[in-house]
């Protein structure tokens, strides 16, 4: 019988169980893993694409500090908040996070995003948007390729 992993701990250590830094790794790919938490992947300071859908994700606010984003991949986990999650991802182009719990979307989170061109949040619960989401210095609907809600 297989051994169902819930949490993964990111974080490399290498001789002498000294922590390494994870300064090359550019795409990660743990979807479809039953993940609950994604610790240590703040030492990822390289990554560029992140793939982590189909997972039991609730608390993305670690990705803030991942300031290369480019592409995420969280559709299908169980996001309810992404308020502080994207507010310094201002390489972030691509944005999936439909089909999650998220309720509400502040119009300041996205606010750096300026290279955003791909944002899905449709299959949620979201109960209203603020306009001014869109309206932001950095966001404009004119960029946006696909917008999904």
Do not use: P, W
Not at 25 to 36: E, G, H, K, N, P
Not at 100 to 128: A, G, R, W
């Amino acid at each position: 019988m297989a051994t169902k992993i819930s949490r993964v701990n990111l974080s490399r250590r290498g001789e002498n169980n000294q922590k390494r830094e994870n300064n090359g790794t550019t795409t990660l790919d743990v979807s479809s893993s039953c993940l609950f938490a994604l610790d240590g992947l703040n030492e990822y300071i390289c990554l560029k694409r992140l793939l982590a859908y189909d997972n039991c994700l609730s608390d993305v606010e670690c990705l803030q500090s991942l300031h290369q984003l480019e592409v995420v991949h969280l559709q299908h986990n169980n996001v309810r908040k992404i308020e502080n999650a994207f507010t310094d991802c201002a390489a972030l182009k691509e944005l999936r996070l439909d089909f999650n719990c998220i309720s509400k979307v502040s119009s300041l989170t996205f606010e750096k995003c300026e290279n955003l061109t791909v944002l899905d949040l449709s299959f949620n619960q979201l109960q209203s948007i603020e306009v001014r989401l869109l309206a932001t210095n950095a966001v404009a609907l004119s960029s946006f390729r696909s917008f999904h809600l």
